[in-house]
């Protein structure tokens, strides 16, 4: 990733950028009803009278995404509310069959809560909090279809099956000063959220979405400029780039005596720009108002222990632990935590071999670089980790050279067999220290290279490098390079 150069650097201004994240919480039934919450069936088939809105129907809260909600909540730090209450959210919107959404306002599921962050214009080390204002329960609206059926062209479908999917809403406070940190609270927050397990995170399935409210104001100013909302970006490089151009153009705005107007406006990506949707004239009222259908949401301490025992350890506490128990750098930590289950799986190999430091290297460089290569995942690989854990120790003692080792990673992959079995396959192989077979090789190198030998005679004696390898190329990788060096020195000293 290259940081964006931020397009307040240089200018009299700071940028004030807030940023609210729906989640999908990974319930199998809905917030509501007990319809499924399957992505990808028959438009309008995973529907019931409750999540269509009918009269009388009545909702019955899934207990399940109260559990995600709160288990997604504490991991981002926030305080659980006792008692919280949920909301009618009125609107008219076609996707919306009840004319309101059932959401939380005044009195939220949790609140205060933080993000850590790289902080953006100091130094490589420093730590910023970004606080979460709230995390809150609510449904989700349907989905509007422009395209893939006949009538596309002069038509909207309408897919109630995401209606009264649970989704939990993510506000952040204000304290998001470069496109850079909101990129990286981002980064953070869908990686904490898939840590709790509560959501996959998929934004080209729309379970995770983001909105960003973003203000400039001079530097010296207290008192916050008139903000733009960026809707429905995609993604967060996106999100980034969004910020970076509508940052720019406030700024140009103010400068050249201009007012911003508070208004909703879309990123377009292959423009690199953003449009206006709607003014603050066409802003929704609400008139939220409690839910009379449903009672208010009790979690009590007892249900909030329980719920608690599932928080896994986070990423940010677990790169300091596998710092500190492997002897692995922060880099190392960084990449291995990339996700919990390969963070898991390095683990397991790091506990079994005889030196982590070593499997965490073999992971990155020889086992990482292969699984791209092949554009798969690491469940996927056919070198398991306990793979890695043995390869890594039969290079500890020494039985098989690093160039061995790759030859043997390459089998495995070729084959689709884990190292223990390539390694069976190939007759466990060994990398030669008998002396007198590489002393014979070296002859016969030295031999046939009287150029070399010459000049390493005249003084040139970074040659022997040339020797070493040679030999190598000779005994087919077999040969140990400690050893080789160790004759060839005396032969030539
Ligand atoms: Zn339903």
Request: glycine share 8%; with cysteine.
């Amino acid at each position: 990733m290259t940081p964006a150069v931020s397009s307040v650097a240089g200018t009299k201004f700071e940028a004030v950028i807030g940023l609210e994240v729906h989640v999908q919480l990974l319930t199998t039934t809905k917030i509501f009803c007990s319809c499924s919450t399957q992505f990808g069936a028959v438009p309008n088939t995973n529907v019931c009278p409750v999540c269509l809105g009918m009269p009388g129907a009545l909702p019955v809260l899934n207990r399940k995404a109260v559990e995600f909600a709160v288990l997604a909540a504490m991991a981002l730090g926030c305080a659980i509310r006792k008692t919280s209450i949920f909301a009618r959210k009125n609107y008219f919107y076609p996707d919306l069959p009840k004319g309101y959404q059932i959401s939380q306002y005044d009195k939220p599921l949790a609140e205060r809560g933080f993000i850590e962050v790289a902080a953006g214009e100091s130094s490589a080390t420093a730590r910023k909090k970004i606080g979460i204002t709230r995390v809150h329960l609510e449904e989700d609206a349907g989905k509007s279809l422009h395209e893939g059926f006949p009538d596309a062209a002069h038509k909207t479908a309408i897919d109630l099956n995401r209606t009264g999917v649970p989704l939990i809403e993510i506000v952040s406070e204000p304290d998001i000063s470069t496109p850079d940190e909101a990129y990286e609270y981002l980064t953070r927050l869908k990686e904490i959220i898939l840590y709790t397990g509560v959501s996959d995170c998929n934004m080209e399935e729309g379970s995770l979405r983001c909105d960003a409210n973003v203000s400039v104001r001079p530097r010296e100013q207290k008192e916050l400029g008139t903000k733009a909302e960026i809707k429905n970006v995609n993604s967060f490089r996106f999100i980034r780039e969004a910020l970076e151009y509508e940052i720019g153009r406030q700024i140009e705005v103010v400068e050249s005596g201009g007012k911003i107007v508070q208004e909703t406006r879309l990123y377009n990506a292959a423009e690199g720009r953003t449009y206006s949707m709607r003014s603050k004239e066409q802003a929704h009222d609400y008139r939220y108002f409690p839910e009379p259908d449903l009672l208010p949401l009790v979690v009590n301490e007892s249900w909030k222990a329980e719920i608690a025992r599932a928080l896994p350890e986070l990423p940010e506490a677990r790169r300091a632990r596998m710092v500190r128990d492997y002897g692995i750098t922060e880099y190392d930590a960084q990449v291995l935590t990339a996700s919990k289950s390969l963070a898991d799986r390095f683990e397991s190999a790091a506990k079994k071999a005889k030196n982590p430091k070593r499997v965490a290297n073999l992971v990155q460089g020889e086992l990482m670089g292969r699984l791209k290569a092949r554009g798969i995942e690491i469940e996927q690989s056919p070198i398991s980790m306990e793979g890695v854990a043995a390869s890594a120790d039969l290079v500890e003692a020494g039985t098989i050279s690093g160039k061995m080792l790759k030859d043997l990673y390459d089998l495995g992959f070729e084959r689709g067999k884990d190292f223990p079995v390539v390694y069976e396959e190939e007759g466990r192989p060994q990398q030669s220290s008998d002396t007198s077979a590489l002393e014979k090789m070296i002859d016969e190198v030295l031999n046939a290279n009287p150029k070399q030998l010459e000049q390493y005679r005249a003084g040139k004696t970074t040659m022997i490098g040339f020797f070493v390898g040679q030999v190598m190329k000779a005994s087919k990788g077999q040969a140990n390079p400690q050893v080789v060096n160790e004759l060839l020195a005396k032969k030539l000293g």
